[in-house]
């Protein structure tokens, strides 16, 4: 059973181009979480999503940052018109269940580590 | 506001040797609490889960306790070893879908 796949590992952008990030959860979840890690700090959640909807996404900026979780396909974060601050470690996560309030266990990915020049 | 703060920020020390790692979250009412192990350019690795109900974890060398009336999590690591070197990471869910992130320890083993 493959782990939490993240692509690609590393990821370089000039200021104003887009960032695609790709995440596949592992076999048999459901629910995909991405968090967002700037250097020397802890990781910041940005949004959760199941299978073609948003559950929560209060921990993403406002403007040029969207998250999507296809039927089909991987989970995608997606970063417009990037700035050298987006330059961070963004992770994935996903879990098999989600009881009401609560939150299993998390698997992560290795994480993609874009680099806004 | 939940806020997790980890103390230190930083550890090294001598192989073989207890160690103990804190953290501590502002507001008690958590669903559960996750201790990870971050590697230089990897991903996360999920170490102890502690649900709100229990007092700790064990697992191999590694003990977890929990005192949420504090707001209080250690991470006991027995004779530890150079592979234990790693930044790690406190986590607390206090319910929704959002998982609160201490900044990390990070522990330096030296052989």
């Known amino acids: 059973n493959a782990g939490v796949m993240q692509n690609p590992r590393h990821l370089v952008r000039r200021r104003g181009q887009e960032a695609r990030l790709r995440c596949s959860p592992m076999k048999g979840h459901s629910h995909v979480y991405w968090y967002r890690q700037l250097p020397e700090e802890g990781l910041k959640f940005m949004v959760y999503?199941?299978?073609?909807?948003?559950?929560?996404e209060s921990g993403m900026p406002k403007e040029r940052f969207s998250a999507e979780f296809p039927k089909e396909g991987p989970s995608i974060l997606r970063i417009q018109q990037v700035v050298r601050g987006d330059s961070a470690a963004y992770f994935c996560?996903?879990?098999?269940?989600?009881?009401?309030?609560?939150?299993?266990?998390?698997?992560f990915g290795p994480g993609t580590r874009l680099t806004v020049l | 506001k939940q806020e997790v703060t980890q103390i230190p920020a930083a550890l090294s020390v001598p192989e073989g040797e207890n160690l103990v790692l804190n953290c501590s979250f502002t507001d008690s009412a958590i669903y559960n609490l996750q201790w990870f192990r971050q590697d230089p350019g990897k991903g996360l690795t999920s170490l102890l889960l502690?649900?709100?109900?229990?007092r700790e974890q064990t697992s191999g060398r590694l003990n977890a306790s929990l005192d949420k009336s504090s707001g209080r999590s250690t991470l006991y690591i027995a004779a530890s070893q150079p592979g234990d070197s790693a930044t790690y990471l406190c986590?607390?869910?206090?319910?929704?879908?959002?998982?609160?992130f201490g900044a990390g320890t990070r522990l330096f083993v030296k052989a």
């Open positions: 502690i649900q709100s109900s229990q």
């Open positions: 999503l199941q299978k073609e909807n948003i559950i929560d």
């Open positions: 996560a996903s879990s098999p269940l989600q009881l009401a309030g609560q939150t299993d266990t998390q698997y």
């Open positions: 986590a607390v869910n206090t319910g929704g879908f959002k998982t609160i």
